[in-house]
């Protein structure tokens, strides 16, 4: 019941503040003989690091991962696997002018209201940061999954940056890890360069949309009705710091469907595997995958962290103006693009387990 | 780790079938001594029942809710509280025709294929009925938050259907409840009414949106990061069969804000608590309330039962066509509003209990 | 997190107190397919049912069970399971004399400091009643084994009453189903049938140890370290009510031995298996199954109910003294025989599906 | 849902084997506020550190913890404490000769069974290394208690090594702290030394049991019926490594016990509370506390790591024999004192706030 922890036979806990000595991931539940080595998960974690380009936060991490137990001789032993990230550069000391003053938007005063505890230092446990141990989760639910569900694929991109949408008409998987932004479509990578350079010059800051995919997921995997796996795939999107809003499939649209524009028709492929003319279920009926693309959508708000001056109050009860120096990311949204596909590779894996736990296989065989 | 069951402390599992002799929750960690009453319990499920009106499936049944324990001399024990709902009106036959073949956009296939089970009578596990027992568990929550946060009120209510949003300018507390759709907004009411109407008569259906509000939610309750308020809001809205969608406060709409647009700056209160410019946040910042309301939409698809003939599947893999005939709801979100409240009213009592059991109260007082 | 459920993927929730109108298991989490009757499980609770001779309370209750949710044409569905006996024979007026005063040695007193709840009824949530609940989920626990472990066979029994232990070297499993004790000695049997009489007729009650066999159970089940097999079986048995003590294999005279007397020495086998000499670690090593038989005890504590005068106080702070009339076990232990059996079936089932979920099947074949 | 965590609302997580880099917990659900230093850590870790005499395995661990995250300047901040300690002394070549043979009572066999990983050195994640951790945990629950029941003392110490019991008439709390192997009798202590001294230097090894006594705990925690404070105990019992039986207060004694001699008697004390004849409950009523001393004993087995040869297989089905050469405990019970203390004080800790969650304080006050 831990509150720090997401999953139920693969169980992430992750610990560790922006600017403790380290964070990390305990990983409960992984499936012994699974190959993994540091590098597969670090591999993961560059694509997340802090600083790669101007358009991320200028703090550098060199975001090593160190596995500290559950793999031996390069294996995974079914044991709790420790995965630690040492933080290099703290720099406490950019925060010590609002060290009193909660920052509008942010989680500072929740956490000082309900523990007392005011933890200035870059947000302590409610920073972004927190989502590097989860980029390392990620990692190796993939390499167990390579076992278990070899098909399967997830791959995350941006969709939207402000106003600004990507033309889904262009899409173009190619595209996705060819810009700083993730995103499937070469005019939007170029005009949000343009955008959002002018944004960070400013010294504001703006939100944005991911979307993730998980194509090759088996039909059968999620559960009714508190365990489904769009529940699941809601609360893990959700937990991701800035998040306000998640979308399958179709997402808050389907409110303007009629039922006969919703739903999806059925059809048998040629592999004697349903094929459906469309997906707006976003790959998921009852909570259980159709064997479809699982698409998730997450809005990420913009960061609270900008040069304009806002109104707020210090912990004394003192009305004052703010305004947040640092190093910070003009849109957070782009580096929640990895984020989000760990929590569905993490999401995925586990319910292929719970499936496999209480069901063995597929019971049913249409046709 | 029960699939059918949510909450951590106030801990919910629901039980039961659209057409087996009985469904129910079982719900444990109720605070004792709460006087409770089935009348209490009933009054929420009437709000749901089906049948009350044209727009709502025509199906009847009593949903009277009998409380089998945890409840001695009319207060809760702090033992298990069951409350069971038999089922009177199955009507089983009506659904003899669609036996072998699947409903696009309906859970029987998705079920069949992970159990091997086709509960054709009327869905079985993934019938909107089972909400039923959500709401039941909701009236016992309401009950239970009036000794520990006395000031808190939850309101549900529909802000869309179909193509057709409310007028926020027109918000009206006191309209919600004379009409029948929930919605705060009379003319809106009006113009749903012949709306829909044309829509039940030609067979269709249609999705729309459903914002529940808590209002006087104290600051403080929520928890990092997995067991975030948000996070469990998310998780027990999407839940609800047929959401494809969950936003808190700006939701997807807060990728198009600017961190100065986003940002609710903050003040000081004439009752020396902190309040608040605006509310983008939807009362929740880092996973843990402000004070301020909280806010939740919700989008449910259409209902997949329809008059319009859609291609499909049998059992035996064969494409065939399908026309579900029956008792079914033309907008389905209608009778989602009371479990939309429910589920809000367990996911706060939660929350209080955890933040009472690991904090006892709150530990930063502000001035 | 729930307080009254117990099992990780097989997971069972009892409901109920010993005077309500019904009392029952909901459980989540059994493998769908499973062909299950009402009259599968009314077979072991009718070996729990009080009133079937001298021994035993004279209550009589039917207990039969209904399967209200769960199971469609037959078989297990997946979905939640609602296993529900009614209470035909509460005569609560037996408690009224001892409505304001504590058994000493009873939970009421415990209860009542907690919740400030006093269910005079018979014990309300703390009576033994609550074990038929167990009894049930057993049952279909062993339905479900059939399938996944088809070898396993559980078998309890008494091994010492009071002052009188069976004469191991007499065992004989046939006799465990010939005598009101299920004990598996036939001398024991007659002696201890004229032991108990006595007792009886005295008004006085008696402690016993029960024995669980769980033979054919694969190596493999069972996980490190707290999710181990014994710490499992060990609060699995220790819940059951007036449960004092749990030994696994060699138990508490483990302390005696020396490294070479407690080592089981491993050989092959000719069906390529490991065997052992001897099996003092009542077939688990760090927690996982070796593939001998599972061996736990529990002692049992004698009811509090007595016809001797006891001291004791009222609710008001009075002292004074008490006698417990109505219709009360003299060896409370001979019915904890099949309720030891059922939580042995629920715990080994649970790690059965635990193992498959995370492992698949066992990963080291030795030879 | 995780097999290496414990606890509900403060939850354990272990992690790490003999020979790794490090080991440790991740704590979540600490309650804010707390004061904690690694020193604080470290004197309970000093307490079951090897090496000390020549009674316990002459492996030299600095056991230094590490507090990487949720304690900020000082205090605890409600978030994850990560509580890690290196491996400094893992000379795993003294291992190197069993690398392919099961040691006969050894988790080698099963680990190798069930996940097909045979990690050799010194047992891996099923040492006795891994009660480290919760000994760390342990330090942090008894700091965590002070505020919220400062009154709880817990000690542990043992009564019997081999067939060696204590003398219950002599018992002396001040003894504990002045002999090797915490015992309250200096008879014994002196008795022992010899005993064990003998045992050693022959390469044998003798099981042991320990009792641990938590005083001071106020009536009321525990809950019905799989959570049970005594059902709890029980699997943090048999959790710790080598454990084969858990007994509450008479334990398996009970079994020998009438109802006259077993029902402790009630009184009200001068301070307005009950009192009682005696304490055969070992303060637990129905899974909830008394008030009285919690009593809670169990046995440890002897370490399988004996010089002795014994006949045991290969990983290739070999029958062959093997010595166990290394550095290992005789008695592995004496280093499982601290063990035991630590456990009664993570459940104990635990316990308080699930009760302050659901019921907030005691409802019932006598008189």
Redesign the interface.
């Known amino acids: ?6 999953g ?2 693969f ?1 992430v ?5 922006s600017h ?5 991931a ?1 990983v ?6 699974v190959p993994v080595t540091p590098e597969m998960i670090q591999h993961w974690l560059d694509k997340r690091k802090p600083g790669q380009n101007k358009y991320t936060t200028q703090r550098r991490e060199a975001d090593e991962v ?1 596995i ?3 793999v ?1 001789e390069g ?1 995974t ?6 995965l ?1 990230i040492e933080n290099t550069d703290q720099r406490s000391k950019d925060y010590g002018d609002i060290k009193d003053k ?18 200035y230092r870059g947000g ?3 920073s972004a940061r ?1 989502t590097a141990s989860r980029v390392a989760a990620g990692g190796l639910a993939r390499e167990a999954m390579k076992a278990m569900a070899p098909g399967v694929q997830i791959t995350g991109y941006m969709v ?4 600004h949408q990507i033309d889904r008409t262009a899409f173009d998987w190619d595209q996705i890890e060819q810009n700083p932004f993730w995103v499937p479509d070469a005019q939007a990578a170029s005009d949000w360069a343009t955008y959002l350079d002018g ?1 960070r010059k400013s010294g ?6 991911i979307e993730v995919v998980a194509r090759g997921v088996p ?10 796996l ?6 893990a ?3 991701i ?1 800035a998040v ?25 492929g040629n592999d ?1 595997q ?1 094929r459906y ?1 469309s997906n ?3 790959g ?8 479809q693309d699982i698409v998730v ?1 997450f ?8 040069l ?1 001056t ?4 210090t ?5 004052t103006e703010i305004i947040t120096k640092g190093r910070h990311d003009p849109c957070v ?1 782009i580096r929640a693009v990895p984020v989000g596909e760990a929590m569905m590779a993490c999401v995925i894996l586990d319910h292929l ?8 296989e ?6």
């Not at 939207?160 to 106003?163: C, E, R, S, T």
């Not at 179709?250 to 048998?268: C, K, R, V």
């Not at 998921?284 to 159709?290: A, E, K, M, V």
């Open positions: 019941m831990s509150m720090n922890s997401f139920h036979l169980r806990t992750t610990w560790g503040e403790g000595p380290a964070l990390g305990t409960d539940g992984c499936p012994p003989g160190k500290l137990s559950g031996f294996v032993t079914g044991t709790p696997i420790q630690m909660f920052r509008p938007g942010h989680a500072d005063i929740t956490y000082f209201q309900k523990y007392g505890i005011r933890d302590g446990r409610s927190e939207q940056m402000g106003p944004l504001s800051s703006v939100g944005a949309i039909a059968g995997i999620g559960a009714p009705v508190y365990g489904k769009d529940t699941d795939l809601s609360a999107m959700m937990s710091n306000k809003g998640v979308e399958i499939g179709e997402g808050m649209s389907a409110a303007m469907l009629t039922g006969e524009a919703n739903a999806d028709e059925i059809y048998m004697g349903p003319s707006h279920a976003g998921i009926l009852g909570g259980i995958s159709t064997g959508r809005a990420v708000k913009p960061t609270s962290s900008i304009t806002r109104k707020t109050i912990k004394n009860g003192e009305e949204g387990l719970l499936h496999r736990g209480q069901v063995g597929n019971r049913g065989i249409i046709g």
